[in-house]
């Protein structure tokens, strides 16, 4: 199954997902649109995506498409902020290279790169990759925090119905 069959399942109504465009010539390409069909059987369940800074590429791509999805909810922190795909090229010499050349806007125009896309509960993680991944076996231990806020929302979404 791949992201947008996953998202398939938790929309109504056909939305947005995100567009892009890539770097050509003196400017760019025209933007292309990436929608979310709606599924013939639909999970309306709250999703609880967790991200942090470690959060980057395809897994960064499927937390922008999230952003219009019903219930979805983002737990962490900022994801990495690299979004485009790769344009692999060849040098006459043989050598190989590959740059990123898009830019990817979630559905109001908003550009993420470098920055990140923000989580709706920020829990503060490290952005050093090694000072992260030390509290996450730390955490794991004792208590993880991100689980921790999603039980809290699932117990009140419960206490509600």
Not at 32 to 54: F, M, N, R, V
Not at 59 to 69: I, K, P, W
Not at 138 to 156: G, S, Y
């Amino acid at each position: 199954m791949n992201l947008y069959e996953f998202f398939n399942h938790k929309s109504y109504k056909k939305t947005i997902a995100f567009s892009k465009k890539a770097k050509f010539q003196n400017g760019f390409t025209k933007k292309q649109t990436i929608y979310i069909e709606p599924g013939k059987k639909t999970y309306s369940h709250d999703l609880y995506i967790l991200t942090s800074y470690q959060t980057a590429s395809a897994g960064e791509t499927f937390d922008l498409a999230s952003q219009n999805v019903p219930n979805s909810k983002r737990i962490g922190s900022n994801t990495e902020g690299i979004l485009s795909d790769i344009l692999s090229k060849k040098l006459p010499n043989g050598w190989e290279y590959e740059l990123s050349n898009e830019i990817y806007e979630g559905s109001h125009g908003i550009n993420y790169e470098r920055n990140g896309i923000p989580a709706d509960y920020n829990l503060n993680y490290s952005r050093d990759g090694k000072e992260f991944y030390n509290n996450l076996l730390l955490a794991l231990k004792t208590e993880d925090n991100a689980i921790k806020k999603v039980i809290a929302l699932t117990t009140n979404d419960l206490k509600k119905e």
